[in-house]
């Protein structure tokens, strides 16, 4: 889960700084775990989150990658947010709900520049 954490808030700073480009291959790489945690680790203290995972990140994500498409700040934003809110709807429903996701206040990795 780190490593969602980790490109979520990448493709924030990404987003913001209008590196679309950055921000799909982020939305991308969310894509490519999400499926490896539905192939890989299907059930959750033995329940099935597939279809979970499935319907909390699929529209967000379609929303990300449209906006990013789009080159749409206002819409990336509202579609981030999204994303970051099924995020938490689905810590919640697991006895997480302590971890929260939110936008971040700096970038996650100081090494990487955002900006195109």
């Not at 790489?29 to 890989?40: G, P, Q, R, S, W």
């Not at 994500?61 to 999204?82: I, N």
């Not at 970051?84 to 429903?93: L, P, T, Y």
Request: charged fraction near 20%.
């Amino acid at each position: 889960m780190e490593g969602l954490q980790i490109h979520h808030g990448k493709l924030w700073h990404a987003g913001a700084a209008n590196n679309w480009e950055l921000a799909a291959y982020e939305i991308d790489a969310l894509k490519e775990a999400f499926a490896d945690i539905v192939t890989l680790r299907p059930q959750f203290k033995r329940e099935s989150i597939v279809e979970m995972l499935v319907q909390f990140s699929s529209g967000p994500l379609d929303a990300l990658s449209k906006a990013v498409t789009d080159r749409d700040q206002a819409q990336f934003q509202l579609a981030y947010d999204s994303l970051s809110m099924a995020c938490n709807a689905c810590h919640q429903i697991h006895g997480y709900g302590f971890i929260v996701l939110q936008r971040p206040t700096s970038p996650v990795l100081t090494n990487q520049r955002y900006t195109p």
